[in-house]
C-alpha cells in the first residue's frame, strides 16, 4: 500500500506562483509513474502532469499548463511548480502514484493510477 499526502495549496492572485508537494509513504519503493491531477466542481479530474521513475525517464504536462507548470520528483517526494497562475487554475489538485509505467498513451487516464491522496486547494484570483 501506498499513501499520499498533498501539501502547498492556497489562494493567490492571477501571476502568482504556487509550489505544491506530495509525499509517499508506505510500499514506495514499488511506484513508477507518479502525476499530478485537478478537479473543479462538477468537472472531470483532468491530468495535468506526470513523470516516470525518479531519473526523469520521461515527464508529461498537459496543453495548458506547458511552459508554466514543471514537475518534479525526488524519491518519494513529488512535486508541481506552478508559475503565471490564472484563474482557471482554480482546482483541487491531487496527487496519484501507480506501479506501473506510464506514456504518453496512458498518463492522462485515471485508471492507469492505483494511489490516490485526498487534495490540496489552489484558488487564483483575478
Known amino acids: 500500500q501506498v499513501h499520499l499526502v498533498e501539501a502547498g495549496g492556497d489562494s493567490v492572485q492571477t501571476g502568482g506562483s504556487l509550489k505544491l508537494s506530495c509525499v509517499a509513504s508506505?510500499?514506495?519503493?514499488?511506484?513508477?509513474?507518479m502525476g499530478w491531477f485537478r478537479q473543479t466542481p462538477g468537472k472531470e479530474r483532468e491530468a495535468v502532469a506526470a513523470?516516470?521513475?525518479?531519473?526523469?525517464?520521461a515527464t508529461y504536462l498537459t496543453d495548458s499548463v506547458k511552459g508554466r507548470f514543471t514537475i518534479s520528483r525526488i524519491n518519494a517526494k513529488l512535486y508541481l511548480q506552478m508559475s503565471e497562475l490564472k484563474p482557471e487554475d482554480t482546482a483541487t489538485y491531487y496527487c496519484?502514484?501507480?506501479?506501473?509505467?506510464?506514456?504518453?498513451?496512458?498518463?492522462?487516464?485515471?485508471?492507469?493510477?492505483?494511489?490516490w491522496g485526498l487534495g490540496t486547494q489552489v484558488t487564483v484570483s483575478s
Open positions: 496519484a502514484a501507480a506501479p506501473t509505467t506510464c506514456n504518453s498513451g496512458t498518463w492522462q487516464r485515471r485508471e492507469s493510477f492505483q494511489y
Open positions: 508506505g510500499s514506495t519503493y514499488g511506484i513508477n509513474c
Open positions: 513523470i516516470v521513475g525518479t531519473d526523469y525517464i
